[in-house]
């Protein structure tokens, strides 16, 4: 039973981690992919697929499989919020 906790235990200071330290990294590096989709410089697949293929370079799969399943749907909401604010600032 001990070596049960201790793998939760594990598996769940990891999701604080990657949230705590990963998360802000995402989030920036979706607006800046935002803003190219913005410009026509990269598609949205494109934009997304480069997010999340960073996420994995942080460890991303090693999450529960419906966490990145949130993961990848939080990349594409980011993602379009930014093409959304990089196209007001154009308008401006």
Known sequence: MGFVARAVSAA????IHFREHVLPRLRNLAKAEAV???QDVET????CS???RYAGKYGAYMLEPHL???LFE???I???EGIQEAEAESAR
Request: aromatic share 14%.
């Open 12 to 15: 769940m200071m990891f999701a």
């Open 74 to 76: 939080w990349i594409q």
């Open 50 to 52: 480069a997010v999340m």
């Open 78 to 80: 980011q993602i379009g």
């Open 36 to 38: 190219c989709v913005a």
């Open 44 to 47: 949205y697949a494109g934009a």
């Open 68 to 70: 990145v399943d949130e």
